[in-house]
Nanobody, 128 residues
Framework: QVQLVESGGGLVQAGGSLRLSCATS????????MGWFRQAPGKERDFVSA????????YYADSVKGRFTIARDNAKSTVYLQMNSLKPEDTAVYYC?????????????????????WGQGTQVTVSS
C-alpha cells in the first residue's frame, strides 16, 4: 500500500525558507514520478514541482522557478522541496503526489488528475 507523508510546513516570514519532506513507503519509487502541488483557500490545486525519480528530471511552475528546488534521497525514500525567498502568495497547503511513470511528459507532471497517490498535506504560511 503506497503511502506518502508530508512534513516540514510551518509559519515563516517573507523572504524566509522552509524545506518540505515527503516520506514514501509501500512502492518501488524509483519507477515513480513525484510531484508537489499546493492549494490555497478557495482556489484550485496548483502544480509546484515534480521529479522523475529514476532520471532525476525536474519540472517547475514558472511562479517558483529559481526559488524552489525539488530533490530525492534514494536511501531515505524521501522527496524534498526546498523553498527559498518565500512570498505571502506561497501560502497554501502543500501536497505530495505520486504516479507510477518513469519518463513523464512535462504536461503530465503538471496535472493533478494524472497522479494516483496523495499525501495528507502540510500547511505553509508566509507572513508579510
Amino acid at each position: 500500500q503506497v503511502q506518502l507523508v508530508e512534513s516540514g510546513g510551518g509559519l515563516v516570514q517573507a523572504g524566509g525558507s522552509l524545506r518540505l519532506s515527503c516520506a514514501t513507503s509501500g512502492g518501488f519509487f524509483s519507477s515513480y514520478t513525484m510531484g508537489w502541488f499546493r492549494q490555497a483557500p478557495g482556489k484550485e490545486r496548483d502544480f509546484v514541482s515534480a521529479i522523475a525519480w529514476s532520471t532525476g528530471g525536474t519540472y517547475y511552475a514558472d511562479s517558483v522557478k529559481g526559488r524552489f528546488t525539488i530533490a530525492r534521497d534514494n536511501a531515505k525514500s524521501t522527496v524534498y522541496l526546498q523553498m527559498n525567498s518565500l512570498k505571502p502568495e506561497d501560502t497554501a497547503v502543500y501536497y505530495c503526489a505520486a504516479k507510477y511513470q518513469q519518463t513523464p511528459t512535462t504536461t503530465q507532471t503538471m496535472r493533478a488528475s494524472w497522479y494516483t497517490y496523495w499525501g495528507q498535506g502540510t500547511q505553509v504560511t508566509v507572513s508579510s
